[in-house]
Every structure is written in C-alpha cells, then in structure tokens.
C-alpha cells in the first residue's frame, strides 16, 4: 500500500478540477491528466478516495480504461476502510457506472467519488450529460453482448438511483455492509 500514497500534490489538484468545459481553464487540467500513467492516476486518486469524510471527486478520462482504473480504486479503499467484503461488488459496481458513463455520456471526463455511513458504502460517477439511465432488459436487446450494465447494478447493489445536477448527472449506488466491532 505503501505506493499508493507517493502521489504528488498537482496530480491531486488535477484530478479534483479536471471537467469537461475548457473555457474556465479546466482544459489544461484535462491536458495534464491525460498525460498521467494510469498508475500515477491510481496513486493519486486513491490518496482522494479514502477519506470517507472528504467530499472529492476524482475525475478520469473518458475512456473505457477508465473502468478498469475505476474498479482498482474501489478495491483499494474499501481494503483500506477494512471492508474487504465488499471489494469484489464495489469492483464490478464502480466498473459498470464508469463505463456506462464512458460509453452513454459523450463527456470528456467522468467523476468517481465514494462515501461512507454507519452501514453503507456509496459509489457515484458524475458524467456531463442529463439523460438518465434506464434498464434494459437483456430480452430487448435481442442477446447483445452490452446492455447489461445497469441490469448488474441492480442486481449487486442494495439501491440505486440517478440524481440530476447542474451540469449533467449523478449516478449512484450503495452497499449495505457490516462494521467491525472493538
């Protein structure tokens, strides 16, 4: 774990300010994200992440590598909360929402942040479009190999839901799980 904690205090500016409007001057930050390995934007991220009390987001590129970044940051905050029972839904959870929002949102960056109360365990990825998500049923999709997405979501997660924002959507997730007693 030692290495997640290496990252550098402009990646962490980056990754907080990073969107999707460069006239505000947030295309340079997008320019300078982009140009961060994913291991240094793993690293960096994750140092946002594991605060629950912190309100950051992270934003990645919008790009479907993003899911795979996405899901190993998920992984290790919630080893680093000591809430390893739910590494392997929050994977595939934080997985599927990013690359949802890669895929249907047509932004150039997608937030990720987590949240925690007595209990819960909260996923959400920002992205800047207003179109909600809606299911779809594998049956009307006629066996398509993508479309599933929401339909796992709905299945791992205890709840579920999309919030409109300002400046496009929030979709959300939680995990009910159980905390360590003393």
Known sequence: MAG?????????????????????????????????????????????????????????????????????????????????????????????????????????TVGLRMGRRQGWVRIEVRDSSRALPCMIVAAERGGAENGHGLVLVDAVSDRWGADLLPRGKSVWCELRVRERTA
């Open 4 to 108: 997640w904690r290496e990252s550098g205090e402009a990646s962490n500016r980056v990754l907080g300010t990073a969107g999707d409007d460069a006239s505000d001057g947030r295309g340079l930050a997008l320019a300078a994200l982009e140009r961060l390995t994913p291991r240094e934007l793993e690293q960096a991220a994750f140092e946002l992440l594991r605060d629950p009390a912190a309100e950051e987001e992270v934003r990645l590129p919008s790009r479907p590598e993003s899911a795979g970044i996405a899901r190993r940051l998920v992984a290790a905050v919630l080893r680093s909360w000591e809430l390893a029972q739910a590494q392997e839904s929050g994977e595939l959870l934080a997985g599927e929402l990013v690359a949802n929002a890669v895929r249907h949102a047509g932004g150039r």
